[in-house]
């Protein structure tokens, strides 16, 4: 088990714990350091750093994942120690979940086109507080017994090439990078194997001013990781990495904590943060 996870949402966005229940689930699990990186959300950041200043051991970083299109498939971009009291930040991410929540209506009417019936408000019942996402929606097939797990329901109606598939106001990766910035925070690649060819994006995104990319992360192998490692020296990048925790189809997603990050990998992210967003931070 490892002690840093820089990769987790809750119900803020997609997940299924509470920001205060993914702390506490941390702390439980032993973790040291954890980021919550809800999708387009920063809602979830002050209850979780609420609850982490109950705890002696557990240090927390707010964080975001910010969404982006790019033709060949999806970037996600972390942003770890931002101002997530900035206006600016908050308004862009206002326009994002409004977007995601059109898309997802879209796609329930496209599945009843196919005679999948599921109903919209279940599936906000499902997102409860949080954004609606594909992955609401895949639980409300679940429900249905539509589909067998979770990821049935992206293979046969939501992946990006779907047949339910709806798009979305878009931002490119460079854009979320920008944003990332001005909000003081330090950005980098999520998971970057989405797109086919990542070096391409690298070093687009380093341009605009991105700091690492996510190596260690779910189910990559370690020949995958140390691809990404080897990207990361080539280009000055620092690497970070995490579970993508959800807690959605716990038999068979990466759990908490499940991907062995090292430490040095937090040691390196606050060396590129700034003092201030650091002291904003739960850290000791």
Same mark, same amino acid.
């Given at each position: 088990?490892?002690?840093?996870?820089?990769?987790?949402?809750?119900?803020?966005?997609?997940?299924?714990?509470?920001?205060?229940?993914?702390?506490?689930?941390?702390?439980?699990?032993?973790?040291?350091? #954890? %980021?919550? *990186?809800?999708?387009?959300?920063?809602?979830? /950041? !002050?209850? @979780? +750093?609420? =609850?982490? $200043?109950?705890?002696?051991?557990?240090?927390?970083?707010?964080?975001?994942?910010?969404?982006?299109?790019?033709?060949?498939?999806?970037?996600?971009?972390?942003?770890?120690?931002?101002?997530?009291?900035?206006?600016?930040?908050?308004?862009?991410?206002?326009?994002?979940?409004?977007?995601?929540?059109?898309?997802?209506?879209?796609?329930?009417?496209?599945?009843?086109?196919?005679?999948?019936?599921?109903?919209?408000?279940?599936?906000?019942? #499902? %997102?409860? *507080?949080?954004?609606?996402?594909?992955?609401? /929606? !895949?639980? @409300? +097939?679940? =429900?249905? $017994?539509?589909?067998?797990?979770?990821?049935?329901?992206?293979?046969?109606?939501?992946?990006?090439?779907?047949?339910?598939?709806?798009?979305?106001?878009?931002?490119?990766?460079?854009?979320?990078?920008?944003?990332?910035?001005?909000?003081?925070?330090?950005?980098?690649?999520?998971?970057?194997?989405?797109?086919?060819?990542?070096?391409?994006?690298?070093?687009?995104?380093?341009?605009?001013?991105?700091?690492?990319?996510?190596?260690?992360?779910?189910?990559? *192998?370690?020949?995958?990781?140390?691809?990404? /490692? !080897?990207? @990361?020296?080539?280009?000055?990048?620092?690497?970070?990495?995490?579970?993508?925790?959800?807690?959605?189809?716990?038999?068979?997603?990466?759990?908490?904590?499940?991907?062995?990050?090292?430490?040095?990998?937090?040691?390196?992210?606050?060396?590129?943060?700034?003092?201030?967003?650091?002291?904003?931070?739960?850290?000791?």
């Amino acid at each position: 088990m490892s002690k840093v996870d820089l990769h987790i949402h809750s119900t803020a966005s997609d997940g299924r714990h509470s920001p205060q229940e993914i702390v506490r689930k941390a702390a439980g699990l032993g973790l040291e350091v #954890i %980021a919550l *990186t809800d999708h387009d959300s920063v809602d979830g /950041i !002050a209850p @979780a +750093l609420e =609850e982490a $200043r109950k705890l002696d051991r557990l240090k927390f970083i707010p964080a975001v994942e910010v969404s982006t299109d790019v033709p060949s498939g999806e970037v996600h971009v972390l942003g770890y120690f931002i101002d997530y009291t900035s206006e600016e930040l908050a308004a862009a991410l206002e326009r994002f979940r409004s977007s995601r929540e059109g898309r997802a209506q879209g796609m329930v009417d496209r599945l009843a086109g196919l005679g999948v019936h599921i109903s919209w408000e279940r599936v906000r019942e #499902i %997102a409860g *507080t949080g954004t609606v996402g594909r992955p609401h /929606i !895949a639980q @409300a +097939l679940l =429900e249905k $017994r539509y589909i067998r797990s979770i990821g049935e329901a992206f293979g046969r109606y939501i992946a990006r090439d779907g047949p339910a598939y709806v798009e979305r106001e878009k931002m490119t990766p460079v854009e979320a990078v920008q944003l990332i910035l001005r909000s003081r925070g330090v950005a980098v690649m999520a998971h970057p194997f989405t797109v086919p060819e990542p070096e391409a994006t690298i070093v687009e995104m380093k341009a605009a001013g991105m700091a690492g990319i996510e190596a260690y992360y779910g189910h990559y *192998t370690g020949e995958e990781t140390g691809t990404l /490692i !080897a990207l @990361a020296k080539n280009h000055g990048l620092l690497v970070t990495g995490g579970s993508d925790y959800h807690g959605l189809d716990e038999s068979k997603e990466t759990p908490m904590g499940g991907v062995e990050v090292p430490m040095e990998a937090v040691e390196t992210l606050m060396a590129r943060a700034e003092p201030k967003m650091i002291k904003l931070a739960y850290l000791r």
